[in-house]
């Protein structure tokens, strides 16, 4: 045996559909990991902060549609990476509640 599971790679419709039949619930397509690690690629003078059109941008690139226009942060044009952790995980909480069920 090569240690190599056979079923892998799962479609992403397939784990969803597994999950959902298992749990009863979607899992995350992103971990907090992931997520702040995308901060920390905008965040490219490690100062803490990343601007809103970064923050806009960034959550559409992780397929958030619906998110808060108007975070902590927005007035000084600074989002800390705990509100954009906060607002992406919101985000992408809505994006996968859209997800039906599959047969």
């Known amino acids: 045996s090569s240690g190599i599971n056979a079923e892998w790679p799962?479609?992403?419709?397939?784990t969803l559909k597994m999950y959902r039949e298992e749990k009863g619930d979607y899992p995350a397509m992103f971990t907090d990991a992931n997520i702040t690690s995308v901060f920390g690629m905008?965040?490219?003078?490690?100062?803490?902060?990343?601007?809103?059109?970064?923050?806009?941008?960034?959550?559409?690139?992780?397929?958030?549609?619906k998110y808060n226009a108007r975070p902590d942060g927005?007035?000084?044009?600074?989002?800390?990476l705990n509100t954009?952790?906060?607002e992406a995980k919101q985000g992408l909480e809505?994006?996968?509640?859209?997800f039906v069920k599959l047969s």
């Open 10 to 14: 799962l479609r992403p419709g397939e």
């Open 42 to 65: 905008l965040d490219v003078t490690n100062n803490g902060y990343i601007s809103m059109e970064q923050y806009r941008s960034a959550l559409k690139t992780l397929g958030v549609k």
């Open 74 to 80: 927005c007035e000084k044009d600074q989002i800390s």
């Open 84 to 86: 954009f952790l906060t």
């Open 94 to 98: 809505l994006s996968s509640a859209n």
